[in-house]
């Protein structure tokens, strides 16, 4: 299968390990992987601060460069830009001409998991990581794409790893793009809560599919002094030990 992957600007900007991970990952899988260059902002901030009007102007070229790749699906390690072009391109173009295109383009964009357990069916990647992980989900993977179980169940098949339960596991870590700026006191006082509950797991890692979440939590983390250490889903599944 000929795959596209679409890297986040924080992922291509911050921790491009993580976009190097998911293109390890999915080669291993026996995907042709391809990484159109030209690949930006899908809109996100701006249609999340209500200015749509500029996040459709960044949406429309994203649609054009993923169609015109010729990719069978498009795969990007986050639930946040995958619910993005999956289920909000469709709203932001809804009665435009651009219409068609981006229902085009939302039917083959896929968050990592969804991909691998939805499309290829799959449980386990063959990956193996050593030590003591809880599973952070993000609110655009629980919410816009209902990913539930996947995440979990492709961590549960990791050699090595040893996964445990959290407190307020559906709670969000209140980073939240833009809100965390805006709501800057709301988003520190939710990130405490999460914090709490992933110190009372004991874990070494903490895990997520989104790497805003784990860029919010790390830094928490650091300045709380903790030694648990933030990693993504991607880099979990594409190690081998």
């Known amino acids: 299968m000929k795959v596209a992957v679409f890297i986040p600007c924080y992922v291509d900007q911050i921790v491009p390990e993580v976009g190097k991970a998911t293109v390890q990952l999915l080669r291993r899988l026996g995907m042709e992987v391809i990484y159109p260059s030209a690949q930006t902002c899908c809109g996100q901030p701006a249609f999340n601060t209500g200015f749509w009007a500029e996040a459709a102007d960044v949406a429309k070229r994203q649609i054009k460069i993923f169609l015109d790749s010729g990719a069978e699906a498009i795969v990007s390690p986050s639930g946040s ?86 407190d307020a596991d559906e709670e969000c870590c209140g980073f939240g793009g833009t809100f965390s700026v805006k709501m800057s006191d709301i988003s520190t006082a939710m990130g405490e809560v999460k914090l709490s509950a992933i110190e009372r797991t004991d874990a070494s890692w903490v895990i997520s599919g989104d790497s805003s979440c784990l860029m919010h939590l790390g830094g928490m983390m650091s300045r709380r002094g903790m030694k648990v250490k933030p990693i993504h889903l991607a880099e979990v599944l594409a190690s081998t030990g």
């Open 81 to 166: 830009c995958s619910a993005m072009q999956s289920v909000f391109y469709p709203t932001l173009f809804h009665g435009t001409p651009e219409e068609s295109a981006a229902r085009d383009l939302a039917s083959r964009t896929f968050e990592l998991t969804q991909f691998i357990v939805h499309k290829l069916g799959l449980r386990d990647v063959g990956a193996r990581f050593e030590g003591k992980g809880v599973l952070h989900r993000s609110c655009h993977s629980l919410r816009e794409l209902n990913l539930r179980t996947e995440a979990q169940e492709l961590l549960s098949n990791v050699q090595g790893l040893e996964l445990v339960p959290m």
